[in-house]
């Protein structure tokens, strides 16, 4: 089994290597960033609601891509913490609009796995999904990278 690897390095390249199960050093090709700026990317985040840890590696992973598009399960995000989101409209899903889904979205999880399946993946060549919980359910095709941060 191999498992793919992608790190940026200081010189402001991106390593991407496939490690195989045991092995601490990959095949990896570098590439530059500005190589990856012409990808279509999707960024799915499970829900933006107060601005912690998942937050910061989104708000790092917008900056190395931005031209990244964002989908959230929920977005209940205040304004004055939208600044990392760079002006971006985030797509939400069908829970957003459910009842008392601002103060119990929660609640709603045995929906989530469905909800991130109906977000529509086509004409992105990378998917990221930052996942504790469902967004590592996205549905992707055979011709798109799926990178899990788990």
């Given at each position: 089994?191999?498992?793919l690897a992608v790190n940026s390095l200081e010189s402001g390249a991106l390593?991407?290597?496939r490690f195989r199960r045991g092995s601490t050093t990959p095949g990896a090709t570098i590439r530059p960033m500005n190589d990856l700026q012409h990808l279509r990317v999707a960024v799915v985040h499970e829900w933006?609601?107060?601005p912690l840890g998942s937050e910061r590696y989104l708000a790092e992973v917008l900056g190395v891509l931005p031209q990244a598009d964002v989908f959230a399960i929920v977005d209940f995000m205040p304004h004055a913490?939208?600044?990392?989101?760079?002006?971006r409209v985030v797509r939400t899903s069908f829970i957003q609009r459910l009842p008392l889904a601002r103060r119990k979205f929660r609640s709603y999880l045995p929906l989530m796995p469905w909800a991130v399946e109906q977000f529509d993946m086509t004409g992105y060549d990378m998917v990221i999904s930052n996942s504790h919980a469902v967004a590592k359910g996205v549905i992707t095709s055979g011709n798109q990278l799926h990178v899990c941060i788990c």
């Open positions: 089994m191999s498992l390593r991407v290597g933006l609601e107060t913490h939208r600044k990392f989101l760079g002006g």
